[in-house]
């Protein structure tokens, strides 16, 4: 059945990203008979400039009916001094809850032909592969109370509430687990509960799941120590799971071990296994339409859509493959780029992965 993906490049090095990715969805369509039919819309700051809004209703519409949404990035400079409510984030913010997207899967593998591009020692880092499971809908992200109010001393004061009901950290407690059990059956749920109420909470309903598969290894740890963790001894995590904040937080640290945040997809599903699939990095304004962006995590991102969404992980193996068989013939962008390889543009890339798709 033909499958509907909406597009939505969003801002700065959004645009030249995710056309490297329509790319690889191109050819998956035309030559390995993929039924997808493809459609594009605004988010962001370019909706903003058009529409006055960073998530116009149409493109909320358009994602609802789609079977899965393909994100660049959203942000730029001249969006900064707007008010937080019509700022480009809000857009990315507005889908995931729009589209009840609680569960964000943010892994962080080490392509072993980029060991020299972390910044951590070669055995520390080589082979890694964890898969970090944010919670995406809930937490101090969404929490009620919020804002700036102005005290009776004349004095301001800005406020957010950190709040998780049982059923969400319960139904986020299951991705973990259920992603765990198809890999090294561990999981380090990562809290602050000597400090937080809420995530006291966390722990306490984490452990009654654990119950639940008692396959699984269920650790604990303070997300203060994780951050140590991750760039002291990362390779001892398997499965992560963590809170919106805490995960957006950790998620970027993991990325940076694997050398280039430049190199990392990810997924953020709903209950149903819809989902919206992004790179980790930003809009990256700086360096937009330049042509040296990497497409590689937007690539990814399409191969992670393969599998979780559309079932189809023949495909996506195909497009994995083809990005390792690119770093193995020395081929790099700016982000990941070391002495003897060569290094190419944001178009070249696409279009070696699609031919090394081809020749597979
Ligand atoms: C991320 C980003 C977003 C977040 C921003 C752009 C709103 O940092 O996806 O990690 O904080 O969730
Ligand atoms: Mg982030």
Redesign the pocket.
Known sequence: MQKKILILPGDGIGQEIVAEAVRVLDCLRDDFGLQVELETALVGGTAYDKYGTPLPEATLQLAKQADAVLLGA??GYQWESLDIALRP?KG??GLRSGLNLFANLRPAILYPQLADASTLKPEIVADLDIMIVRELTGGIYFGQPRGIRTLDTGEREGFNTLVYSESEIRRISKVAFDIAAKRGKRVCSVDKANVLECTELWREVMIEEGRQHPDIELSHMYVDNAAMQLVRAPKQFDVMVTTNMFG?IL?DCAAMLTGSIGMLPSASLDENGKGMYEP?H?SAPDIAGQNVANPIATILSVAMMLRYTLNEPDLAGRVEDAVREVLDDGLRTADIYSEGMKQIGTDEMGHAVVAAMRRR
């Open positions: 959203v942000g984030e990315l913010l957006d998620s980790i930003g």
